[in-house]
């Protein structure tokens, strides 16, 4: 699909929807996070690229990216071809209602705002 010096692009081998793909960079990082910040710049570069293609070509209503972290020991973002609000979610927002699966926020609190005043402070730049 892509390939350059630095990174390759290729489809996913159980897409949540038709049309997944992965950018990786070539050597091997296992977190996302200890990606070079140019290789990680190139990654998502390329990634916009395709996603674009994709989206004339297949014409979901979204594209949307993912660096979960988990399932493969390699740094990788995922981009998935979006049709509904589903496509890409956390467990944290699934709960069953009628013995089907439902997704949502209402279940979910929100956090008080001193709370994320508190988080912001604590990961704000030095």
């Given at each position: 699909m892509y390939e350059d010096d630095t990174l390759v692009a290729f489809m996913t081998l159980r897409p949540t929807?038709?049309?997944e793909f992965l950018v990786i960079p070539k050597a091997h990082i296992d977190h996302f996070i200890d990606v070079p910040d140019d290789v990680a710049t190139h990654v998502l570069l390329v990634a916009q690229r395709?996603?674009?293609?994709?989206?004339?070509?297949?014409?979901?209503q979204r594209m949307g990216y993912v660096v979960?972290?988990?399932?493969?020991?390699?740094?990788?973002?995922?981009?998935?071809?979006?049709?509904h609000s589903?496509?890409?979610?956390?467990?944290?927002?699934?709960q069953v209602k009628d013995g089907q699966a439902m997704f949502g926020l209402s279940h979910i609190p929100f956090t008080p705002r001193d709370e994320l005043d508190r988080m912001a402070r604590l990961l704000a730049a030095d």
């Open positions: 929807r038709p049309g395709l996603a674009r293609r994709s989206q004339n070509k297949l014409r979901p979960h972290g988990f399932g493969v020991a390699h740094a990788h973002l995922v981009v998935v071809p979006l049709h589903d496509d890409i979610t956390s467990a944290r927002f699934a």
